[in-house]
DNA sequence: TGCTAAGTTGACGTTAACGTCAACTATAGA
DNA sequence: TCTATAGTTGACGTTAACGTCAACTTAGCA
């Protein structure tokens, strides 16, 4: 236990503005406790709110995040068929994610000839 | 060469609208030849598109992409001041690609603990 | 207890990336 | 030559993801 984040605190450890904070709250991505009106952050909002900026900086919407988070939710007793389903959505995600990779690879490997031929141009050259 | 393509060929090929590819081509992303008023796609366009969706996949926005693509342009000579700035840009564009894939696998390694857990409480459960 | 700094709730503004008409125009085949 | 089909240009609408006030309220501390 960490006695909890206040929205300064938090949004400066990520580098976001407290408007995003709330904003996420809003849409059902954090869940802070209060202490009269003012928020505290718990440790699983901090993860949360990590796994929710990896994702946006994926290309995810805050919607997929919020679906993943839920569903891989540790707090809550889930049966048989939901375990199934739940399985078969982390194939889903994980397929997207190996897509994407595939897209960064692609990229990388365009980028290595590019530099390549820049050096060779730049090391042919006369001074 | 292929004679080009037109602007439903194009969209159809890589399942976008020609609304998209028009908006594209205000952006300074494409630049189709015109017979009279209709567009004609060059082999250029073909992959200055695919390079673009592949960006904007990633998260990276259609300025980004241009910005790329206009550098990387086979089509220019560089002098030396040129490609020494092209090559630092490459660096740059190779460390975000390389931030994004650390950010994937460590999403990656997340599912896997979570779908080991789930099947592990499956395989542990009555029937 | 009084003040400053931090926090809160609306409400409206903004930007990127298109979607969606509407109103024409051009082009190719019968 | 006529007509159906594809294409064109505005212009305005939309959605996601916040930014930006304004107008209060609260909380810690000298």
Redesign the pocket.
Known sequence: MTGGY????LSQEFD?????L???ED?GLLA?A??????IYSDRDYTRLKLTLRG?RLG????ECKEIMDMYDPSRRLNSRQLLRLCAKIREHRNALLAKLRDIEATLDAMDEVERKCLDTLLSEPA
Chains 1, 2 share one sequence.
């Open positions: 206040s929205i300064t605190e976001v503005t407290p408007r995003t709330r904003f996420y849409r802070p209060r202490r009269g009106t003012t928020r946006t995810f919407s805050l919607e």
